[in-house]
């Protein structure tokens, strides 16, 4: 008979979330097709087919109430493989395992990293489920509802039918008074063309892949393993961080918004030759600098050169103002037509635009909303017309510096 003795064991069913970013006002959206919402939706967002995850640690959250909820199911023979310590976080990390090679992942597992990887930035996430979800499609209803506010959508993987999801839902809301940004991966460094049907200002085109950290990484798990995921989710996240530490009219490219994170390496650093190819091509690369860091580094849109609209800073302003403005002009609807109600539309259009240009979005702008463009005609057919004019600032794109070698006794004037 062994001696009397007292056994302790620590059960280790932890599952912490990395730190992530500052809460952000910004707000994303992705389209999933396999069926996340079904797996870590409560009810009422399985009924809806819409989710929506408000930071880092409710998605870490949603996957360890999945996870206790699977093993909690588990018969004796299924715990083979498993140890009681640490289970949790061991079979948390195996469903998203999409570390290369790797055939332990769940079917969504790709997709949970991509929204992983945007919410890092601090902002909201609303996910839109398919038919697997609820019994019907997202192009028709939740993500693409007119009066469903957010402001960028990204690609959830590499595959070709998640670009064509975000193209359906910015697409479906571009006429409606919230359009929304979508951004699309167009390949890796080798890319010359953006992905069809993304050339105008609602599109953003990105190459590239990174590798990072499995960070539900615990106890039995091999640490060494790195997930392999497409860059669109974070170029989405530095938009959020943009309007967090700025404006939506500053460019979210470059070492100070474009910084991006959680980065091991990049699959493949572009050359200087091949981020010209993409930049000719109006896709923008994500370089990794020595001692500087990985940062976005393009701020085009899918739009043509020719327009200030092929620049991101410069669409995200008129889809502001598109937001501020529109229900100014619902307030002079069934008003009388007269110059009253043209004086009060001018001034409330003012407001907004003079704070817009205290705020660096535009250098000048201009109402014209009188008698000149309403007319008698205009008037007897119950239409009122407003025109707004404005100058949008515009982002450094080309730094250009030039040095001169002068003599050792040159005077050098530097009053």
């Known amino acids: 008979?062994?001696?009397?003795?007292?056994?302790?064991?620590?059960?280790?069913?932890?599952?912490?979330?990395?730190?992530?970013?500052?809460?952000?006002?910004?707000?994303?959206?992705?389209?999933?097709?396999?069926?996340?919402?079904?797996?870590?939706?409560?009810?009422?967002?399985?009924?809806?087919?819409?989710?929506?995850?408000?930071?880092?640690?409710?998605?870490?959250?949603?996957?360890?109430?999945?996870?206790?909820?699977?093993?909690?199911?588990?018969?004796?023979?299924?715990?083979?493989?498993?140890?009681?310590?640490?289970?949790?976080?061991?079979?948390?990390?195996?469903?998203?395992?999409?570390?290369?090679g790797s055939t332990t992942g769940k079917s969504w597992a790709t997709e949970w990293w991509s929204v992983h990887n945007f919410l890092q930035y601090g902002g909201r996430c609303y996910i839109g489920g398919t038919g697997t979800d609820a019994g019907f499609s997202v192009e028709t209803t939740s993500l693409s509802a007119s009066t469903l506010v957010f402001d960028v959508i990204f690609q959830g993987s590499t595959l070709d039918v998640h670009a064509g999801k975000v193209k359906n839902v910015v697409d479906a809301k571009k006429a409606s008074d919230f359009p929304v940004l979508g951004v699309v991966w167009a390949g890796g460094v080798g890319a010359t063309a953006k992905i069809d049907g993304t050339s105008d200002e609602f599109y953003i085109n990105v190459a590239g892949e990174k590798y990072h950290f499995n960070a539900v990484g615990q106890g039995e798990l091999d640490s060494s393993k790195l997930i392999r995921s497409n860059l669109a989710p974070d170029v989405a996240g530095c938009?959020?961080?943009?309007?967090?530490?700025?404006?939506?009219?500053?460019?979210?490219?470059?070492?100070?918004?474009?910084?991006?994170?959680?980065?091991?390496?990049?699959?493949?650093?572009?050359?200087?030759?091949?981020?010209?190819?993409?930049?000719?091509?109006?896709?923008?690369?994500?370089?990794?600098?020595?001692?500087?860091?990985?940062?976005l580094f393009g701020d085009k849109t899918g739009a043509a050169d020719t327009s200030t609209l092929s620049r991101i800073n410069v669409s995200r302003l008129f889809i502001h103002l598109r937001k501020i403005i529109?229900?100014?002009?619902?307030?002079?609807?069934?008003?009388i037509n007269d110059e009253t109600t043209r004086a009060n539309f001018r001034l409330a259009a003012f407001g907004v635009l003079e704070r817009i240009r205290g705020q660096r979005g535009i250098t000048d702008f201009r109402i014209i909303c009188d008698?000149?463009?309403?007319?008698?005609?205009?008037?007897?057919?119950?239409?009122?017309?407003?025109?707004?004019?404005?100058?949008?600032?515009?982002?450094?794109?080309?730094?250009?510096?030039?040095f001169t070698n002068k003599n050792l006794y040159d005077n050098l004037d530097v009053s």
């Open 239 to 295: 938009i959020t961080r943009c309007d967090r530490d700025s404006f939506p009219w500053f460019s979210p490219a470059g070492r100070v918004r474009g910084r991006i994170l959680n980065v091991v390496r990049l699959l493949a650093n572009p050359t200087v030759a091949q981020q010209d190819t993409l930049y000719d091509a109006g896709i923008n690369p994500v370089v990794t600098f020595p001692g500087e860091g990985t940062v």
């Open 371 to 402: 008698e000149s463009n309403n007319p008698p005609e205009l008037i007897q057919a119950r239409i009122f017309q407003a025109d707004i004019l404005v100058k949008p600032t515009i982002a450094i794109n080309y730094v250009k510096i030039t």
């Open 326 to 335: 529109s229900p100014i002009a619902r307030s002079v609807l069934f008003e």
């Open 1 to 100: 008979m062994a001696r009397p003795n007292v056994q302790i064991k620590v059960v280790d069913e932890s599952l912490v979330a990395p730190i992530g970013e500052n809460e952000s006002p910004g707000i994303g959206a992705m389209v999933s097709l396999n069926n996340l919402i079904g797996n870590l939706g409560v009810t009422g967002e399985k009924q809806s087919g819409l989710m929506l995850v408000e930071n880092i640690n409710d998605w870490y959250g949603r996957l360890r109430t999945y996870t206790e909820n699977y093993l909690i199911g588990l018969s004796a023979s299924q715990w083979t493989g498993l140890t009681l310590q640490g289970a949790i976080g061991v079979c948390a990390a195996s469903y998203v395992d999409v570390s290369d």
